[in-house]
């Protein structure tokens, strides 16, 4: 049977064309949805996805054309024809109602850069005629096989620099850690437990640790000491970052049996809940807090500079052993969804300026700070409230707590 290797795929037939499509967005790979836009918010996607980028914002070396491959990123190819890769949604086009999500770009689609009256826009190379995605025809031997289009596109970077951190980190309220369920006891001795081990927990008080469906064990993340996450500024605790064990699956719920006391007395008490440990990072121990785990979320996370003015700064560098972060590695911004942060925000870290003695000029002392150098660039990928997990995409120098973050303009 023959079978297009990229059917259902959104279509860039023009980037004037994409403003069009300012009025919808791709609910799936094969599901639109229209949403009603105002004059004003069509004229503006109009402007953008027709005006492009100044050629001036174009990379050095930038191709006139480029064959996508599979084991490509958004950002590398972004980084491939512009100094400012989380311009991205700029050179390509934009759909004002999914502004974060440029349409999707597979492997063998060609990349065509145009530049007219000082300006540089993207579109795809016809195929057969039309601007289309690859249609090369594959012939499917008959086997059993499960494949979603959609895992086809491009990742924004690579997925294993993230998928370690959407399931770890988390930023909890006070006491939500104190509320939670706990692990109480081991089948024998033993302090510590790790992955395949059996162990006991409970719920709080006037909440037993119960299955929610008869014979469908409940999953759990297994998480300890929520420290204070202080801003580095105001001195305010803004959250508290739980730090992630492992997972555990209940196999039987919390009860109450009535046992007989050694005065013959018979008393209700209750017997914990069954989990086995399903993975540990670290070892597990008595104390050690369940939280329910949640559903698995699919995140398109395309780089882009965010709408509103941010300045803040670094608060937390992801992992307790750890001072300074390099490239590739995790740390908790001041900001967060309260101040416009969203997924796929392209920030700049700055590093501050030296503060010194001006002795340019004979008898002058006037103390000096030297201005804030950009150090790098850093984005979000898991923002809550007032703070957000971002991942450090190019760095000079290490990353520090307190480093000011800023637009990357």
């Known amino acids: 049977m023959a079978q297009p290797k990229a059917a259902f795929v959104p279509q860039l037939r023009a980037l004037a064309a994409c403003a069009a499509l300012a009025g919808g967005w791709l609910a799936g790979p094969a599901a639109a949805q229209n949403f009603p836009i105002t004059p004003n ?7 953008v996805a027709m005006a492009g980028v100044p050629i001036s914002e174009l990379a050095p070396n930038a191709p006139d054309s480029y064959t ?18 989380w311009r991205w949604p700029e050179l390509w086009g934009m759909n004002m ?10 492997p063998g689609q060609q990349l065509v850069l145009e530049k007219i009256n000082g300006r540089a826009t993207l579109r795809m190379r016809a195929q057969g005629g039309l601007d289309t995605p690859p249609t090369d025809t594959v012939r499917v031997s008959p086997r059993a096989r499960v494949a979603s289009l959609a895992d086809a596109s491009l990742p924004t970077l690579d997925p294993n620099l993230l998928d370690p951190f959407l399931a770890e980190p988390i930023i909890l309220n006070e006491n939500t850690l104190e509320r939670a369920p706990r692990i109480v006891a081991a089948p024998d001795v033993r302090v510590l437990m790790t992955r395949g081990d059996r162990a006991y927990a409970r719920g709080v008080t006037g909440s037993p640790l119960q299955l929610r469906e008869a014979g469908m064990p ?42 007989k006391a050694k005065n013959g007395d018979t008393n209700p008490m209750p017997v914990p809940a069954t989990i086995d440990i399903l993975a540990a990072k670290e070892e597990i121990r008595v104390g050690d807090r369940l939280l329910a785990e949640p559903a698995r979320q699919v995140v398109s996370y395309v780089p882009r500079a965010p709408e509103v003015r941010i300045e803040g700064a670094i608060v937390s560098v992801y992992g307790s052993a750890v001072a300074m972060a390099g490239q590739n590695q995790i740390v908790v911004i001041n900001k967060g969804t309260a101040d416009g942060i969203e997924s796929g925000h392209v920030l700049a870290v700055l590093k501050d300026g030296a503060q010194l003695q001006d002795r340019s000029q004979a008898g002058e002392r006037t103390q000096i700070k030297l201005p804030n150098e950009r150090n790098g660039l850093l984005m979000v990928f898991r923002p809550f409230e007032k703070l957000s997990y971002a991942l450090i995409l190019e760095i000079t120098d290490g990353v520090e707590i307190g480093d000011r973050i800023a637009n990357p303009r």
């Open 41 to 47: 918010q069509r004229s503006t996607a109009e402007q």
């Open 68 to 85: 996508v491959k599979s084991g490509d990123t958004l950002w590398a190819i972004s980084g491939l024809f512009l100094k400012s890769p």
């Open 97 to 106: 109602q999914e502004v974060r999500n440029p349409h999707r770009i597979y």
């Open 218 to 259: 409940e999953e759990f993340r297994v998480f300890r000491n929520a420290r204070p996450l202080v801003d580095p500024i105001t001195k305010a605790v803004l959250g508290y970052e739980a730090q992630y064990l492992g997972k555990a699956s209940m196999v039987r719920s919390e009860t109450v049996q009535q046992v």
